[in-house]
């Protein structure tokens, strides 16, 4: 499965910003899909993420400001970023894992089978 990221750029705070995961193919009837963070130096952080059975997670700094949501006939996850701050920039990555996944983990990578390339996200 390849995964394409895109939306990302540079936005002032306060901003808003859409980004874009397309999926190559979706095999699965039950996966999950979720976005993750990065800034030089540290750890890949999970940011929102979401499971066919109707879950979503959201980390504590992002909730009531980000929504994830998928389109499913056009294999694309989203994730809407409002009020970004500086504290919002880094890499973003979309990532998908197959079959099922434990709400616990949602936010962690070992959930996660397949990543796309990222897209930068700025905010000044």
Sequence with gaps: VQLVESGGGSVQAGGSLRLSCEASQ???TKYCMAWFRQT???E??????MHT???TVYRDSVKGRFT???DTA?????LQMNSLTPED???YYCALGGGYCYTSRLLTEIEYTDWGQGTQVTVS
């Design 89 to 91: 920039t880094g890499m």
């Design 74 to 78: 056009k294999r694309t996850l989203y």
């Design 26 to 28: 979706l095999m699965y």
């Design 53 to 55: 059975d109707g879950q």
């Design 40 to 42: 030089p130096g540290k």
């Design 68 to 70: 994830i949501a998928q």
């Design 44 to 49: 890949r952080e999970g940011v929102a993420a």
